[in-house]
Structure formats: structure tokens, C-alpha cells
């Protein structure tokens, strides 16, 4: 064997190998797990492969992709916050059996310390006073890791996952799924990397980013962003969601008046904001309601 074909080979078993590789059975389809994605910008961390149960059926079929925030809460109850799993698998195999969305995998992108650094995006931070920068950082530990995220979710993890698995690379295939600040990473990576991701689901995006400060000037901060860097809206659609209790209760004004933006930027459509009377902020609605954002996603 070539020489320099025979350390690549070597380097790739080793990368492989060190992310330690585990098939999980699940009631619908089944998980690849990677135990540690080495990343050069961010911490490393595990990430959940969803293959539906055709899956290998067909070896020349491929299949579009949504990478999710948070992904220990999405395909099973003990590795969810409060033991509440999203039931991904379930609700995706459902509804690809009934011919409601195109075939799909699911990328679960676990989330770690830092959570809420690398939920933040980076941008949108630069447009506060220093005084509110201040204020965020010392609330975080820390300024936002937002881009340093969609780096790491962009430049290793998805060339990996469209090098290892069956699927369909370009854009209008490509999704981003989050709740919370998880909706506030998954709207960013459609405006900084619109020609990777066609479409996104905002869950209950938490708008005020702090969890002790409700500040008004940090929404502006992000509908200005938004106004100055919403991609075309051909060939890309968001959806956003918020419900009216717990810490959901504050997203109505945000929600109404990032609307308004995407109605001037995006008057002829390709986006929806639904309102869920009574819905709660936490796993239980989530769950709920998931299949309606996969079908607006990646309906047929």
C-alpha cells in the first residue's frame, strides 16, 4: 500500500476509533452514537446519528438531514432533562411511514457546559452596549461561543456526516432544529450559512437571551441583526414557535416584533410564528408539537 494512502487510512481509524462508536437499537430505526467528536472549536462532545428503519435498504438512496441542538433530550428518556425525551425517532418514522415529509436523518448535537455560550450567537452581541455585554458575559462565564458553534457544526461535523452516511448534502436538504437558545443558534446558522442550511426551526426561542434580565434593548439588538442579515428567501423557510406559560411567557412581544421584520424582509412567505395558548417551555410540549415544524421543514 501507498505510503502516504496507508497513514490516511491510520488517521481515519484513529479519529473513528477515538469517538467510540455505539449501535443502539431503538423502537423506531436506530442510533449511531459518538461517544467524542473532537472539534479544534469547541469543547468535544457526544453526537446521536438517527438512521430511519429503511435505512440501507436501498444503497443508492439518500436522505435529507436535520441537526438538532441539545440532543440528549430527543430519542430517550434517560438521557433527557427531567427523563422527558422529544420522541424524534418516533414522530419522524410516523410521519415519513405516512408520506408527510421526505426520508430524513437526524443528527442529535449534544450540548455541554457551555451550553449557553454556544447558543449565543456572536453578532447580535456585538450590536449591545458594553454595559449589557457585561452583563451577559459575567451571567455566562464568559462572551458568546455562537460561531465558534456553527464552525464546529459546519466545517467537521457535517462533512463528516456526508462522508459517512447517505445523504443529500445540498441546502434544501440540510435543516437546524432548536428550543429555547437553541432557536436562537439554529436562526443564526440560517443567516451566516444560508448556502448550507435551507431551512430552520425556532423553538420557543428565548429572545432575551439572560435568564435574570429581561431587557428589551437585547431584542432590538436582534431584530437589527436580523433586518441587516436575513438570506434570500429563495429556497429557504423558518418557522417559529412560542407558547404563552412558564418562561414562554415572555417570548410574545419578541416573537410579534421579530414577525414584523420577517414580514418586510419576507413579504411573500416561506416562514410562519405560531402561537401555542397554555403551552409550557419544556420537553413535554416540545415533544407535542415537533411534527409540526418537520412537516413545514421538510413536508412533501
Known amino acids: ?7 490516511c487510512v491510520l488517521m481515519c481509524f484513529t479519529f473513528v476509533t477515538a469517538m467510540g462508536q455505539t449501535l443502539i437499537p431503538l423502537k423506531k430505526g436506530k442510533l449511531q452514537k459518538l461517544e467524542s ?45 427531567q427523563e422527558v425525551e422529544w420522541r424524534v425517532d418516533e414522530t419522524a418514522s410516523s410521519m415519513m411511514g405516512d408520506h408527510k415529509i421526505k ?79 437553541g432557536g436562537l443558534i439554529s436562526f443564526y446558522a440560517v443567516c451566516e450559512y444560508p448556502q ?5 426551526a425556532c423553538m420557543s426561542t428565548h429572545w432575551p437571551v439572560s435568564l435574570k434580565n429581561n431587557d428589551e434593548k437585547i431584542g432590538e439588538a436582534y431584530r437589527k441583526y436580523l433586518a441587516d442579515h436575513l438570506p434570500s428567501s429563495d429556497g429557504h423557510k423558518i418557522y417559529f414557535d ?9 417570548y410574545g412581544p419578541y416573537q410579534v416584533a421579530v414577525d414584523k421584520v420577517m414580514h418586510d424582509k419576507w413579504p411573500n412567505g416561506h416562514w410562519t410564528s405560531i402561537k401555542f395558548v397554555e403551552d409550557e ?17 421538510l413536508g412533501l
Open 1 to 7: 500500500m501507498n505510503k502516504r494512502l496507508l497513514v
Open 103 to 181: 426520508d430524513c436523518i437526524v443528527v442529535g448535537i449534544w450540548n455541554t457546559s457551555k451550553r449557553m455560550r454556544e447558543y449565543q450567537p456572536g453578532k447580535p452581541y456585538a450590536l449591545l452596549s458594553d454595559t449589557l455585554q457585561k452583563k451577559l458575559s459575567a451571567e455566562f462565564k464568559g462572551a458568546p461561543l455562537g460561531d465558534q458553534y456553527l464552525e464546529f457544526v459546519t466545517q467537521e461535523l457535517k462533512p463528516y456526516i456526508d462522508t459517512h452516511y447517505r445523504t443529500l448534502a445540498d441546502a434544501k436538504n440540510t435543516a437546524m432544529i432548536g428550543s429555547s437558545m
Open 37 to 81: 467528536f473532537h472539534s479544534k472549536y469547541v469543547s468535544a462532545r457526544r453526537v446521536d446519528i438517527w438512521l430511519p428503519e429503511n435505512y440501507g435498504n436501498d444503497s443508492s438512496k439518500r436522505y435529507a438531514v436535520i441537526y438538532m441542538q441539545d440532543g440528549q433530550n430527543l430519542f430517550m428518556d434517560d438521557t433527557a432533562y
Open 281 to 297: 417551555h419544556s420537553e413535554v410540549y416540545w415533544q407535542r408539537r415537533f411534527g409540526i415544524p418537520l412537516e413545514y421543514l
Open 242 to 250: 412560542y407558547g404563552t406559560k412558564t418562561l414562554d411567557s415572555l
Open 196 to 200: 448550507i442550511f435551507g431551512s430552520v
